[in-house]
């Protein structure tokens, strides 16, 4: 079946095209305005004094992880639902992921449980705003500043998301976005390290940069380093999707309430929102249905019509990786593995129209109509 309505699409206009074939033709691919200008973009966007754009969300959380010191032997407190990213990050440094269950309405990380798993090992909170939804960040920065925990905000899917007023990415040590073409803004690969620490965010530039420092010759090198550098194509095109990132968000908030008002009033189906305190920047839509069974016959009958579907997000401690490593086995994090069972991302992004809308949402009624009289 030809894919009639996809889950994602990047919104792309004669602007970005613009902007990337003005760079193709200068010449200067790596390292240039670009750059210097999509980092600029997000100090002032955030107003934070340090952004260090990367060539991915998981380069930053991981460049985040290093620059903090967190070495092999420490631990760090973060979430199982989530993209395996932002547990993968601290696996790279030997770092041991501890997780704590999600809150069962938000999915996000539920602060109260993070006490009970700190140890004298313990160095950080990595934090997820799951879907753009964000997570209690008062509640965790509490507990973390009680025990001297850093906090690392992964914001990847929370690019205009605020909590308490605050925006997401400001709330921590750390914030990490994240580019890639589903996100709310997209550089192709992308990503971008925001903090208030001069020392974190020097250490970055160079780490990005194979251990350059500022200053010293092109092949002196005085950290150990990557090739985490985003191409000057990449920044270009980042350049032009901040300077639209309002009239972004505003569509995507659009797209939302326009599900929520198709959606609702279905008994089967329970519609995302955001906790009080948090004002969300939609990412992605992500239904929820009562039992695992609702879910499978919503997201089969969707597939045949060529609608794209994801279960998001698979339980991070139950992927083979985590689960060989660490001995985890159905049942460790119940609330998390519930969200896995029942959760269904249906197209969202910010160019969708209100048909294809209408048709996802027809679909799904359908499909219920059906399974109610299977059942
Ligand atoms: C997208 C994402 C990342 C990583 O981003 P990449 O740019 O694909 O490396 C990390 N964490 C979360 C929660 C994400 O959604």
Known sequence: MATLVPLARPSLTALEESAVLTVLRSGRLSMGEQ??????????????PQAVAVS?????????VRGLGLAPGDEVITTPFSFIASASCLLFEGVKPVFVDAEPQTGNIDPRLI????????????????????ADMAAVRKVADKHHLFVIEDACEALGAAACGQAAGTLGDAGVFAFYPNKQITTGEGGMIVTRRTELADFCRAARNQGRTPGCAWLEHHILGYNYRLDELSAALGCVQMSRLPDILAKRAEAAARYESLLAGTPEVSLPGAAPYAQPSWFVYVLRFGSRYWRDTVGAALTRQ?????????????????????GYTPGAYPRSERLSDTSLAVPFFTDITAAE?????????????????AA
């Open 35 to 48: 750059l210097t200008q999509f980092e600029h973009s997000f100090r002032t966007y955030l107003g934070l």
């Open 115 to 134: 006490p009970a798993a700190i140890t004298p090992r313990t160095k950080a909170v990595l934090a997820v705003h799951v879907f753009g939804c964000p």
């Open 357 to 373: 809308q209408e048709l996802v949402a027809q679909a799904i009624s359908t499909a219920i109509k059906e399974g109610r009289g």
């Open 306 to 326: 060529g609608i794209e579907c994801k279960p998001y997000f698979p339980s991070i401690h139950l992927q083979p990786l985590f689960a060989q490593r660490f």
């Open 56 to 64: 991915s969300g998981t380069a930053g959380l991981h460049l985040v």
